[in-house]
């Protein structure tokens, strides 16, 4: 309808859909103004120090431990495993059942996350998954290595195939057990 004009059968059907209908009151009040509770910012500090304390004594990574990663491709096999499972993972001879994306986490739930992924691919039988931890020189894609490095159960990892992420992502091979 043309310059919202409405005929007067418009006019009686919205009249009688809003029969009964009242004015609300005028209301004049105001939520109160937050003050900052000192002891309440004291109290949630002290939580969150707590809650990291108890992050990093869960965590199975050690953050002291620097490994000497090689310049250039990103790769690992473990001691006592096949030497050629990295070339495999480089070859796209492994496809990921399950994608981790780590880049723009902190160091601890980048951990915490890193360390749930292992845990459901030995408990869910996932040979392969893929840890994207970004691009750059970032904090992520240098301990990323250092921290798959430590834990017992990942046989080798490469830098992934363009199609899985390239130089910001790892494709990873979990030793599922038997």
């Known amino acids: ?3 919202n004009k409405l005929s007067d059968a418009e006019r009686a059907l919205f009249r ?21 509770n000192q002891a309440l910012g ?10 990291f304390q108890r992050e990093q004594a869960s965590s199975p990574f050690s953050s002291g431990y620097e490994p000497a990663l090689p ?20 070859r796209g001879d492994f496809s990921p059942d399950l994608v981790v994306d780590l880049h723009g986490l902190t160091q601890v739930q980048a ?6 992924a ?6 869910e039988h996932i040979h392969c998954c893929n840890v994207i931890h970004g691009l750059g020189s970032g904090v992520l894609r240098q301990r990323v290595p250092g921290w ?9 990892f490469h830098q992934a195939p363009l199609e ?3 130089q910001g992502a790892l494709l990873v091979l979990v030793n599922i057990g038997d």
């Open 111 to 116: 951990q915490r996350d890193l360390a749930t």
């Open 148 to 156: 798959l490095m430590q834990h017992p159960h990942v046989l080798a």
């Open 1 to 3: 309808m043309p310059d």
């Open 71 to 90: 310049e250039g491709i990103m790769k690992y096999t473990a001691p006592g495993a096949n030497p050629y499972l990295s070339k495999q993972l480089r």
């Open 16 to 36: 009688q859909a809003v029969r009964g209908v009242r004015n609300l009151p005028k209301d004049n009040n105001r939520a109160p103004q937050k003050v900052p």
């Open 118 to 123: 292992l845990n459901q691919c030995m408990a």
């Open 42 to 51: 004291k109290l949630t500090a002290r939580r969150a120090a707590t809650q």
């Open 164 to 166: 899985w992420g390239g």
